[in-house]
């Protein structure tokens, strides 16, 4: 599965923006799905998941803030993110396990495939 990461910029405090993450190559329907950022000079973190199920999970800095969603007609994964801040500024990759009805987990290590990466930056 290959899967390529778009709709990232450049975005006040406050305001929104949406990533997508197409996926072609394979089955995305039934494999859990996930979005993990990297700030500079930081460890790759998760951010939120989402199962065949449509079950998501999110990480506590993100929660009430960012919607992951996944539309298995178009092969494609969203994150919308509204009231962004400085720290959300990150390389926002996609990213999906390879066993199908998997669980979603937050360790990247766990997910075999990975989008190139779409930038955020959040001014203050």
């Known amino acids: 599965v290959q899967l390529q990461a778009s709709g990232g910029g450049l975005v006040q405090a406050g305001g929104s923006l949406r990533l997508s993450c197409a996926a072609s190559?394979?089955?995305?329907?039934?494999?859990?799905m996930g979005w993990f950022r990297q700030a500079p000079g930081k460890e790759r973190e998760f951010v939120a998941g989402?199962?065949?199920?449509?079950?998501?999970t999110y990480a506590d800095s993100v929660k009430g803030r960012f919607t992951i969603s996944r539309d298995n007609v178009k092969n494609t994964l969203y994150l919308q993110m509204n009231s962004l801040k400085p720290l959300d500024t990150a390389v926002y990759y996609c990213?999906?396990?390879?066993?199908?009805?998997?669980?979603?987990?937050?360790?990247?290590?766990?997910?075999?495939?990975w989008g190139q990466g779409t930038q955020v930056t959040v001014s203050s």
């Open positions: 990213a999906g396990r390879r066993r199908e009805y998997g669980l979603v987990t937050e360790r990247d290590s766990e997910y075999d495939y």
């Open positions: 190559g394979g089955t995305f329907r039934n494999k859990p």
């Open positions: 989402i199962s065949w199920s449509q079950t998501t």
